[in-house]
C-alpha cells in the first residue's frame, strides 16, 4: 500500500512538471517569432492557427467550472415563548436625574 503512494505522488509530479513544461514551451515559442517558425513552416501565414496563436492572441478560454452544491435541509426550530413582560411603568424620561435646568 506504501508503494502504490509512492507511485501516485511520482505520477503527479511528472505530470505537474510535464504539463508545466508544455505550458512553458508554448508560452517561448508565443513569444518568439522566430522559434515558432522553427516549429511551425507557415507561422506566418494570416490563415496560420495553432494552440500557439490562439493562446498569444488571447483567444484561448477555457468554460467556468459549474458549481453545484446541495440544498441545505430545512432546520425548524420550535423555541417555547417567553413569559409575558410585566408592562413599563410610568417614567417620565424627558429629564436625566442627574440634570438641572441652566442657573
Known amino acids: 500500500m506504501n508503494a502504490s ?13 510535464l504539463l508545466t513544461a508544455a505550458w ?12 515558432h517558425s522553427a516549429v ?13 496563436t490562439e493562446i498569444s ?5 477555457a468554460p467556468a467550472p459549474v458549481l453545484t452544491a446541495a440544498a441545505p435541509p ?5 423555541l417555547p415563548l417567553p413569559s409575558p413582560l410585566p408592562a413599563p411603568q410610568d417614567i417620565d424620561l424627558r429629564l436625566d436625574p442627574g440634570r438641572a435646568p441652566p442657573a
Open 5 to 17: 503512494k509512492s507511485i501516485r505522488r511520482l505520477f503527479k509530479a511528472g505530470m505537474s512538471l
Open 24 to 35: 512553458l514551451w508554448t508560452i517561448a515559442l508565443g513569444a518568439s517569432a522566430q522559434l
Open 40 to 52: 511551425h513552416a507557415d507561422s506566418q501565414a494570416p490563415a496560420h492557427q495553432c494552440a500557439v
Open 57 to 61: 492572441h488571447g483567444k484561448a478560454d
Open 74 to 78: 430545512a432546520l425548524r426550530l420550535e
